[in-house]
């Protein structure tokens, strides 16, 4: 089996998930060491705890150019989507059932819709161009009397395509509409400041971002009312029940605090356009990239070898950390709904793979990575 330790294993999968950054498992660290208190409570163990947290709220807002006031603190990307959508509908579906969203969202958006639906709830699923973007004309024409939410991602997971949230944003603004992004991929990654945004509520995950696993937060536009997914008593202003977790709210705080420095990700977006350079050298017309050539994460590369299938590529690359856009089935292979909502051929899509590159990601990696996919992609299917 190949270990982390060996000079072989190569990690490019960091749109799943990224390592924790030394600052924050420092900061975390000092906090297993720090306040104890319930940060509810008034007496000194609490008053301690509760500026602790203050100071994390305040760091998390610091990198989205909001109030701190705005920042409610979450298990993760899933419930901060869920807080949205769900507590959207929940405090204005009086004025309206009609919620607008993408075909190539999360599922922590694509099923709390479904759920909606259950209850009563119209949901438009727009489609994308080839490249995986929304048009804004569409989001437009789908607006209804009863459009109370519209919930478009601000970049995509899999293929990195960036959408037109501030136009979008914009027209929702015109029709007194609330508007929700995803923002889990763009944190930490491009700007996300929401004043540039024009959003009212937008979600964060800190795994994606150096952060710790099972932390998030979700904005929330000052003065917006939102059910609250956890009901109970007070904590997080009353938008969300349940004893603040001190060291993880701690990690996500230092995890966006490092984040400024790191807006458009300049020296691995070299090296992603690197990456993509040797593969059209490589490999010419067999290989292709899916999502937006511009308007793409700095990170992220993801290419279909044609008439290949991107699984198969990758179980011969032993050491390698990516993600596949396509998934075998009884002999088949099913495309992911991301691009089939890109409309990909087939015989395109089977062949794709996801390289998401990070803040450690080195040139040698790349090579040696290009070395191991010319061995692959040789092997007979």
Known sequence: MMHVADQRAIYLDFNASTPLAPEVAKAMEQALRGPFGNPSSDHWAGQTAREA???????????????????VFTSGGS????????GAFFTHG??????????VEHPAIINPCRFLE????????????????VDPDDVRRAITSQTVLISIMHANNEVGTIQPIAAIAQIARERGILFHTDAAQSVGKISTRIEELGVDLLSIAG??????????????????????????????????????NILLDLGLGAACELAQVWI????????RDLFWNLLQEEFGVGVVLNGHPEERLPNTVNVSFVGKVGSEILSHMKGVAASTGSACHS?????????????????????AIRFSLGRTTTREEIEATMLLLANATSVPS
Do not use: W
């Open 53 to 71: 947290v203050d100071k994390a709220r305040a760091q998390v807002a610091g990198l989205l150019g909001c109030k701190p006031h705005e920042i």
């Open 94 to 103: 009086k004025n309206g059932t009609h919620i607008i969203t993408s075909q």
């Open 207 to 244: 795994h994606k971002l150096y952060g710790p696993k099972g932390i998030g937060a979700l904005y929330v536009r000052g003065g917006l009312q939102l059910e609250p997914l956890i009901h109970g008593a007070g904590h997080e202003s009353g938008r969300r029940a349940g004893t603040e």
């Open 118 to 133: 259950g209850l009563g709830a119209e949901v438009t699923y727009l489609p994308v161009d080839g490249f995986g973007q």
């Open 331 to 351: 002999g088949s292979v099913q495309l992911s709904p991301v691009l089939k909502a890109m409309k990909l051929d087939p015989q395109v899509g089977m062949g």
């Open 264 to 271: 458009g990700m300049g020296s691995v977006h070299e090296l």
């Open 79 to 86: 419930e901060s989507n869920n807080h949205a959508v769900k």
